[in-house]
Each structure stands twice: as C-alpha cells, then as structure tokens.
C-alpha cells in the first residue's frame, strides 16, 4: 500500500523539493534539495537523512566575492561526493542582472565550499542547472530570441555540449543518472515542430567514447488513449541481479525510475516510469504508476528515490513538499 507524508523544512517559508539522491547506494540515506520562498526572496535548501524527515536541513545561499544583491538561490540536484563534501547544482539570481545564472556548488552542507558559475552558451539568458552525478552535470536554457536548450557540462573540463534529441525542435534535459565510471543515462523532454503543444519523455545513454545513444522516445496515454503532454524529471535506478559475465554494467535486469508529469488532457497529473533494459541496451517495458497526493488539487513529481517520489502538492490553496512511497504493480 502506498503510504504519503508532507515533507518542509522545519523553517518561515514555502518548501520546493526539486531533487534527491542516494547516499552510497540505499535509499535508507538520502540528500535532497530545493528552495526555500520567503517574502525577502528565497535560499537554497539540502537535506541529509532518512525519507522520514527526522535529518537535518541546511539553507545555502550563493556567494561570490563582490557579489553582494543575490536575491534567489536555488537548489535542484544534489550529488554526495563524500563523507564530508556534496556536490549541488542549481540557478541563482541577482538584482542588477536580467536572467537566472547557472550554479555547481562542491563543500559541506554548511556552505563551506566553492561556488562555480555554469555558463552553456555566451548567448544564454536564463541557465537552469538541474542534476549531477559523476563527472557530470545537465541543465537547460533559453536565449534572449529562443527557449527550450539542453546541455551536458562537462564538470572537470568545465565544457558544455549541446543535447538535442535528433530531429526535434526544442530539448531539454533534467535528469542523469551514472551506470558506471565513464556511462550515464539521461532524461529529459522534447517537442516535434514549433508550436507545437504536445511534448515527449525520452531516454539516451551518453558516453564520452560514444557520445549520445539510445535515443527512445515516451508519451503518457490517458484512459481514453489521448498522448498528454510528458515532462521527465529526475532519474534513479533499481540495481538487478549483477551478471559478472555481461558487459557494461546496465545489462543486468534492474530497472530505470523516472519521475514525470503529465497535462494536456482530462486527467493532468503525476507519475511514476519504470523502464527496463534489453541485452542490446535498449529501454524497453514502459510502466507508467499515476498518482495524486490524498485531497490535493496539484501534485507534481519532482525526483525519485527508490520507489519514493518527491515534489509539490496544492492542498487547501496552499503549496507543501512531499514524499510519496508507492506500492508498484511487480512490486
């Protein structure tokens, strides 16, 4: 059975989950982020404990020398690096600059560390970092004339790539999640034609030998079989029976978890994806697990963890985090 529960800072503000990750391979330990919305603006917030929320929040805020009118921080992937370091990228904003700006923070939960600024592209508007794991970070922005612009950094040589999922019109690009030493898997959304309305989930695989591949396309279908707007969040992986003989490491029969949200129809909403592999590598058996948070009117799904998603729900008129453990039908 699934069980619910709200899931805020223990702080004067709106609570926005936006991201998680294990810590050191179980779900029993998890670090979060999001942000905290004050009327003065709003902070960065990371978590580090349990799916109970009996851990410890910890604001951070940017910083950097002769910066001094920061007006928003916020936090969207984290990555635990080690025992005393994360790592978390994000957006910040300043008062005298038109346009959100890039960020990758490495040090303790503190704030104690270096903040990096993430620039994609000399023409970038608005950069939005969203998720990191390994040596990698993905994100999206729009220019001053377009919108809609993935990229894949490149952490240690501080180098952006492109993401465009072939022969789509815009891209972008939210989760990523690291199989082995040098091969990721990501998520993200795509549209077909400009204008167009309907957006798709899709999947690729990306290493630096091979660059990006298998490239797979997802759309929700309501009740009715009406395709509804798909939006792919974050990513997290169920490891399967390791199998020593087979090569490389996502050939065994675990499964990816994405966490998605869905409009455009009668039945707009959240859901859970669970997508497994074939020996070639190809994402396959698509299991979509819709949801809605009990007595909210929205509910959106933000990033998972194991079988727990994270993300907003309206209850009342008033906006809360939450953390929901769903029970899945093979489960």
Not at 29 to 37: M, Y
Not at 194 to 199: A, K, P
Not at 205 to 229: E, K, R
Not at 283 to 302: E, I, R
Request: proline share 4%; charged share 15%; with cysteine.
């Amino acid at each position: 059975m699934s069980s619910y529960q709200l899931f805020n800072a223990p702080l004067q503000g709106i609570t926005t989950i936006q991201g998680v990750r294990q810590i050191r391979g179980t779900t029993e330990r998890v670090i979060i982020s999001g942000s905290l919305k004050t009327p003065g603006g709003m902070t960065g917030l990371v978590y580090e404990g349990a799916l109970d929320n009996s851990g410890t929040w910890h604001e951070l805020t940017y910083t950097a020398a002769g910066v001094d009118d920061v007006t928003t921080t916020s936090c969207y992937g984290p990555d635990w690096i080690t025992r005393d370091t994360v790592r978390v990228v994000g957006s910040w904003k300043r008062a005298s600059v038109d346009g959100s700006m890039g960020f990758l923070y490495e040090g303790t939960l503190g704030g104690s560390g270096v903040w990096e600024n993430v620039t994609p592209s000399a023409d970038a508007k608005n950069t939005y970092v969203h998720s990191t794991m390994g040596g990698y970070a993905v994100g999206n922005y729009d220019t001053r004339d377009l919108n809609g612009f993935a990229f894949l950094y490149d952490i240690g040589a501080a180098a952006s790539t492109p993401i465009v999922y072939p022969g789509a019109y815009t891209t972008t690009c939210y989760g990523i999640w690291q199989n082995e030493w040098n091969h990721y898997t990501l998520v993200g959304g795509y549209t077909e034609l400009e204008g167009d309305t309907i957006s798709h989930g899709w999947m690729c695989d990306f290493s630096p030998a091979d660059g990006f591949t298998n490239w797979t396309s997802f759309s929700y279908t309501d009740a009715a079989g009406n395709a509804a707007i798909t939006h792919f969040e974050g990513i997290d992986r169920k490891r399967g029976d390791w199998k020593s003989h087979i090569h490389p490491c996502w050939a065994d029969d675990g499964e990816y978890r994405i966490s998605c949200n869905f409009g455009g129809t009668a039945t707009a909403g959240a859901a859970l994806l669970t997508v497994t592999r074939n020996a070639d590598g190809a994402f396959v058996h698509p299991q979509w697990t819709p949801y809605t948070y009990p007595g909210a009117s929205l509910t959106t799904n933000d990033c998972v963890v194991g079988t727990t998603c994270l993300g907003i729900c309206v209850i009342d008129d008033v906006p809360s985090s939450y953390a929901a453990t769903l029970t899945l039908a093979a489960e």
